[in-house]
């Protein structure tokens, strides 16, 4: 086999499975080749994906050691993504009253959360997390994304416990968004105790849901080592939580000139 059909399979292959670690004999088996001969052609992936923004192959020492690919987003690309969710955002039709947006089509396609779910995967590749949790409904796609990419199992925090999820935690928080006290449960058999989880939603007004999150997690014995969001109002300012990275800040929504201010995050890479 040539070099350059082993290095589109290898392509192919990592590409299908990002997050998942390949060991070097796993190539040499397919390939009939030797380590060196496949290490060669890893690098050669490797540049390839690095020199044009599509992510890294990492390097995993040890017995069970091999590559990994990880999709990440270099900051260059992430602008991109951000601008073309600034774009999608940018629609007075999207208005529903109350300063809220319409974002159900961007948050469940898959082209689009997958991207966005890319910047995510390149700001937590590295916390040594468990899981990926994220609260019903519409920060499940971008939550399942970047477990995904990262080859991580998703938790999906409850409205309502069900009996399907046997013994639950609940707790009641308040929502900014809706303006009032809600419930949120997680099942007991969903992380395991000292965990480290990110979490990850499509919009934050105050932090509120966020906050919950992590309270309830910490209930369970579990760290949060992350926390991403597609969408963050600027209002209010002070927010029930710190650390959290947003890919594009939402501002004045203008419903009698049709106003929607939304920008990018441009320090979302700073401090990594």
């Given at each position: 086999?040539?070099?350059?059909?082993?290095?589109?399979?290898?392509?192919?292959i990592?590409?299908?499975a990002?997050?998942?670690?390949?060991?070097?004999?796993?190539?040499?088996?397919?390939?009939?080749?030797?380590?060196?001969?496949?290490?060669?052609?890893?690098?050669?992936?490797?540049?390839s994906?690095?020199?044009?923004?599509?992510?890294?192959?990492?390097?995993v020492?040890?017995?069970?050691?091999?590559v990994?690919?990880?999709?990440?987003?270099?900051?260059?690309?992430?602008?991109?993504?951000?601008?073309?969710?600034?774009?999608?955002?940018?629609?007075?039709?999207?208005?529903?009253?109350?300063?809220?947006?319409?974002?159900?089509?961007?948050?469940?396609?898959?082209?689009?959360?997958?991207?966005?779910?890319?910047?995510f995967?390149?700001?937590?590749?590295?916390?040594?997390a468990?899981?990926?949790?994220t609260?019903?409904?519409?920060g499940?796609p971008?939550?399942?994304?970047?477990?995904r990419?990262?080859?991580?199992p998703?938790?999906v925090v409850?409205r309502?416990?069900?009996?399907?999820?046997g013994?639950?935690?609940?707790?009641?928080?308040?929502?900014?968004?809706?303006?009032?006290?809600?419930?949120?449960?997680?099942?007991?058999k969903?992380?395991?105790?000292?965990?480290?989880?990110?979490?990850?939603d499509?919009?934050?007004?105050?932090?509120?849901?966020?906050?919950?999150?992590?309270?309830?997690?910490?209930?369970?014995?579990v760290?949060?080592v992350?926390?991403?969001?597609?969408?963050?109002?600027?209002?209010?300012?002070?927010?029930?939580?710190?650390?959290?990275?947003?890919?594009?800040?939402?501002?004045?929504v203008?419903?009698?000139?049709g106003?929607?201010?939304?920008?990018p995050?441009?320090?979302?890479?700073?401090?990594?």
């Amino acid at each position: 086999m040539k070099r350059s059909e082993r290095t589109a399979l290898i392509s192919k292959i990592v590409s299908d499975a990002p997050g998942k670690v390949f060991g070097l004999s796993y190539f040499c088996d397919i390939f009939g080749t030797a380590r060196s001969t496949v290490s060669e052609d890893i690098s050669v992936v490797r540049r390839s994906l690095e020199a044009h923004g599509h992510g890294k192959l990492i390097t995993v020492s040890g017995p069970g050691g091999g590559v990994r690919y990880l999709p990440f987003a270099d900051e260059k690309s992430a602008l991109d993504i951000q601008n073309r969710l600034c774009n999608a955002l940018n629609d007075k039709n999207r208005m529903l009253g109350g300063g809220f947006l319409y974002t159900s089509d961007i948050m469940f396609d898959p082209s689009f959360s997958t991207d966005m779910a890319r910047v995510f995967a390149g700001l937590f590749f590295n916390t040594d997390a468990n899981c990926v949790v994220t609260i019903e409904t519409k920060g499940i796609p971008l939550a399942l994304m970047t477990a995904r990419l990262l080859n991580l199992p998703t938790v999906v925090v409850r409205r309502e416990p069900r009996i399907s999820e046997g013994p639950t935690i609940s707790i009641n928080y308040f929502s900014a968004a809706a303006e009032k006290m809600q419930k949120m449960s997680i099942s007991k058999k969903a992380v395991k105790p000292g965990s480290r989880a990110i979490i990850i939603d499509d919009f934050m007004r105050a932090g509120g849901s966020i906050k919950g999150i992590g309270e309830l997690l910490s209930e369970l014995d579990v760290t949060v080592v992350g926390i991403g969001v597609g969408i963050a109002s600027i209002t209010p300012k002070t927010k029930k939580i710190s650390g959290y990275r947003p890919l594009v800040y939402l501002g004045d929504v203008d419903e009698s000139t049709g106003l929607i201010e939304v920008t990018p995050n441009f320090q979302i890479f700073e401090n990594i």
